[in-house]
């Protein structure tokens, strides 16, 4: 007799589970019991899209074939020399080394999630995430291949992705996901990064690619995030789910929810330069896409709907609606720093960049940020911070963020535990550390190693560790890269630029 649709889904993936015999469930699943979630019937609990792995790999091998018959035009026609000003794929490869890994974690994190949770759905919507998150990684990483052959950087993609100081930022994020439960892993995944933040990483960048000509970039957030509303829809789902399954499992949900809202907004920082300074042509601000994504849709709506459950909003939101005016000159001023240290360049500000953000942060940048970038624009080979930078215990960031209410005065924290005193860059960390101190007092750091000797004796030796080389970082403007990227396009008869250039 034919199934009926629901009868075949329910064959295609809640029949995969099965009941062991001769093993007591909690041996195969002891992580459930660890964490204290209380289950008592999740087999109720349905995968909100209800997808079967046929359907699956249809809709991706369509969407695959979409968006590389759009990588293949791009390169074959050097679409690189179209964006109005090459700086913007140095804010590529910043998303590169901030953003790619942190997909390739997420594969591991979404396999580590299905194998531990006894949920049929569940198992399932993470094993079609984890195949995701891998697709991901690898249209991000052809498109590097590709910039390679034009751009400093990355000819060593996979080493500096693995070496770089930077790359500890999302490192320290997914792997203190690796190292919690199973179900604060899916709440810090699928819920706090995915549902909460995905729309603002995706969304505006590619909005930037857009305006500015980068028409591969934009094929991949397209690609990327149609997945991301399946993912989004798998944490709001396995949230609620948990939420009416016991009243004793909100405490320990709203302690999640607290603690992975701040961690994924901290990883985010670089996001924020992404959107408002390396684009020479900007359709959003950083503020006004966290206003619309993060405060409207998800503080003001969803957590509404939460509160009938007894779930507030996270602890420290309100610091990072302070934050918005200054997220993105704060995060730019740490990489500028500290520019001769990354592969992906900073730049000297043009008339229209200091226009654009100072119409659109009035109270903020002109006061606070704007002196500075003149003085870099001045000095633009300078070492803006001789030395190592002091760096967060938890999110692994320079502590150089300004507290929102005394924007003039460092938000630095401090805490001490086993006798030692630890750094944190707000608040927000700092109270996370407190909880579970356990977990950060071993975090490691590549700049302090270098002192210590690890990586050999000579700066040289760093830099081969990093896997680029000195004249790779530092400035666009008086860079071998911006003279490559006028000849591209000078060879091919546009030579127009975008606007005045200053360069000296």
Not at 63 to 79: C, I, M, P, S, W
Request: glycine share 4%; net charge negative.
């Amino acid at each position: 007799m034919p199934m009926g649709t629901s009868q075949r889904y329910r064959a295609l993936t809640r029949d995969l589970m099965w009941d062991p015999k001769t093993v007591n469930t909690k041996k195969i699943y002891p992580l459930v019991e660890a964490e204290g979630i209380r289950l008592k019937d999740p087999s109720k609990w349905e995968d909100p899209f209800r997808m079967t792995f046929n359907q699956y790999v249809k809709i991706q091998s369509e969407k695959d074939q979409l968006h590389h018959a759009v990588r293949t035009a791009f390169e074959a026609n050097y679409g690189h020399t179209r964006v109005i000003d090459g700086r913007w794929f140095e804010g590529v490869k910043a998303f590169a080394v901030a953003v790619q890994p942190a997909e390739y974690a997420a594969h591991r994190l979404m396999a580590y999630i299905g194998r531990n949770i006894p949920i049929e759905a569940i198992r399932f919507a993470t094993f079609n995430q984890a195949i995701d998150e891998l697709r991901h990684a690898q249209i991000e990483i052809k498109h590097y291949a590709d910039m390679s052959k034009y751009y400093d950087g990355l000819h060593a993609y996979a080493q500096t992705n693995e070496n770089l100081w930077f790359n500890t930022v999302p490192k320290s994020f997914f792997d203190d996901a690796l190292t919690a439960g199973p179900f604060e892993s899916l709440i810090a995944i699928s819920f706090s990064f995915e549902y909460v933040f995905t729309n603002i990483l995706f969304l505006p960048f590619a909005s930037s690619a857009a305006a500015v000509g980068d028409e591969h970039f934009v094929s991949v957030g397209k690609s990327v995030q149609s997945d991301e509303s399946r993912h989004m829809a798998l944490g709001m789902s396995a949230l609620r789910m948990l939420l009416e399954e016991d009243d004793r499992n909100v405490p320990l949900i709203q302690s999640w929810i607290d603690k992975w809202y701040w961690r994924a907004y901290r990883i985010f920082s670089v996001i924020s330069t992404l959107v408002d300074y390396y684009p020479r042509v900007r359709p959003i601000s950083w503020k006004k896409a966290f206003e619309i994504y993060v405060e409207e849709q998800v503080i003001n709506g969803l957590f509404k709907d939460l509160a009938r459950y007894g779930i507030r909003p996270p602890r420290n939101f309100e610091d990072s609606v302070k934050e918005k005016e200054h997220y993105s000159h704060a995060t730019m001023r740490i990489l500028e720093h500290y520019k001769h240290a990354n592969y992906f360049r900073g730049f000297r500000l043009q008339p229209d960049d200091y226009e654009w953000l100072s119409n659109e942060y009035p109270s903020t940048f002109d006061r606070y940020y704007a002196p500075f970038f003149r003085r870099m624009d001045d000095h633009v080979m300078a070492v803006a911070s001789p030395g190592l930078p002091a760096v967060c215990a938890v999110c692994q960031i320079p502590v150089e963020f300004p507290d929102p209410d005394h924007p003039e005065r460092p938000w630095t924290q401090y805490a001490e535990h086993n006798g030692k005193t630890h750094m944190f860059c707000s608040p927000g960390c700092k109270q996370i550390f407190v909880e579970e101190p356990h977990k950060y007092v071993q975090w490691w750091w590549p700049a302090e190693s270098y002192l210590n000797g690890e990586f050999g004796n000579s700066l040289e030796d760093m830099f081969k560790y990093f896997g680029f080389a000195p004249e790779e970082a530092n400035e666009y403007y008086s860079s071998r890269d911006y003279h490559r990227w006028l000849k591209y396009r000078q060879q091919l008869g546009l030579d127009k630029q975008y606007g005045s250039i200053v360069t000296d």
